[in-house]
């Protein structure tokens, strides 16, 4: 009897735990916002660009170590001034050329494409925060 109530506790606690993770990814696949903080100056709707188009592969969460190690969002407040233009110029580039978010994450990802007014309002959001941040130095 007892073996019978562990195994029902062990098999109670590991379908919470799937239940649990499941519902989390799905919040991702479906671009909600889950426990990312948004990096300071970084307007709202600049955030959610980047939560959905660009956080899979540059945040401290992801498995490629050449794009974080690039640039990683979670470290965004650690970068100096210097850095961070640099960054927005290259992120402002990438983003316009559409060699960023990649193709071939692209394809696995549709929904992950940029319309051209995400474009245009993250180059234009680029550009005055690295005018902003020049100013400060």
């Known amino acids: 009897m007892k073996l019978v109530r562990y195994i029902y506790g062990v098999s109670l606690i590991i379908l919470t735990t799937c239940l649990l ?3 989390q990814d799905a919040g991702k696949q479906s671009g909600e916002l889950l426990d990312v903080k948004p990096a300071p100056g970084f ?6 660009i980047v939560i959905n188009s660009c956080y899979d592969c540059h945040s401290g969460e992801t498995q490629s170590q050449i794009a974080k190690t690039v640039l990683n969002f979670d470290n ?3 970068y100096k001034t210097s850095k961070k233009v640099h960054l927005l110029g290259k992120m402002d580039e990438a983003i316009n050329e559409k060699s960023m978010p990649p193709q071939k994450y692209l394809k696995q990802n549709p929904e992950k494409i940029l319309t051209q007014d995400q474009i245009d309002l993250f180059s234009k959001w680029a550009k005055e925060e690295s005018d902003k941040l020049l100013g400060e130095s």
């Open 21 to 23: 993770c499941g519902f």
């Open 43 to 48: 307007p709202e709707e600049i955030m959610k």
């Open 76 to 78: 965004w407040n650690d």
